[in-house]
């Protein structure tokens, strides 16, 4: 268990609607990552928040925003859902020590179907 | 470009024998490399690290070769086990990116008892 909590394990919606995935990261972790898995794409970074704020972007695309709360759990709100988002969403989490080694520790992901 | 690759999609290997899982990185510019093991139903886990300063670094079973002249990361997995069974990913981070990693698409190991 790496100590990172993302609910819901499974989420199977509609195309055209929107989801909300949540992340809690381990305990005294100030950084939230989020990723994507698919299967042609593999894991894809999307966007990093510290401490609240946004850090770092990545492939993120318009239709999908983040944000990291003061008790620094994260949420990741993808809308207009299409086919093609359907995917294994990550989060990982870090103590921000800033040095090149910093260690990511993923959670189980959120299996997100689009129909 | 930013890619990192996977040489084999697919390894097979029998219980006990040494597996070895490559990878090969475009940009010159990475300095840090890591090894992920994901097993079904779960997030990536760490294995290794190594940074563009070193050649080799080992662990428990596990030791990781980089070579930057042919831009190649390969994971050595001695006596390999049944709970080997995984997909293997590599990652390359690029230290003015903070913590971004770029993953590579992923080897699946089977272990044959």
């Known amino acids: 268990d790496s100590g990172v909590t993302q609910t819901p394990k499974h989420l199977i919606t509609a195309t055209g609607q929107r989801v909300t995935l949540r992340c809690s990261p381990r305990s005294g972790d100030l950084s939230v990552y989020w990723y994507q898995q698919s299967l042609d794409q593999g894991l894809q970074f999307l966007i990093q928040y510290y401490n609240g704020e946004e850090r770092a972007k990545g492939n993120i695309l318009e239709r999908f925003s983040a944000q990291q709360f003061p008790d620094l759990h994260s949420e990741l709100n993808l809308s207009s859902l299409e086919l093609g988002d359907s995917a294994l969403y990550f989060c990982a989490s870090s103590v921000p020590t800033g040095a090149l080694d910093e260690k990511l520790f993923f959670g189980s992901g959120t299996q997100l179907s689009v129909l | 470009g930013e890619s990192v690759g996977l040489h084999l999609p697919t390894l097979s290997v029998q219980e006990g024998d040494n597996s070895i899982i490559n990878c090969a990185y475009s940009?010159?510019?990475?300095?840090?490399f890591i090894w992920y093991k994901q097993e079904s139903g779960k997030g990536p886990q760490f294995i290794i690290d190594?940074?563009?300063?070193?050649d080799k670094r080992q662990g428990q079973r596990v030791t990781v070769l980089l070579n930057k002249t042919v831009k190649h990361l390969s994971l050595q997995i001695a006596a390999t086990q049944p709970g080997d069974s995984a997909v293997y990913f590599c990652a390359e981070k690029f230290n003015n990116q903070g913590g971004k990693l770029i993953f590579g698409q992923g080897t699946e190991l089977s272990v044959k008892p």
């Open positions: 190594i940074r563009s300063n070193m």
């Open positions: 940009n010159s510019a990475s300095d840090y």
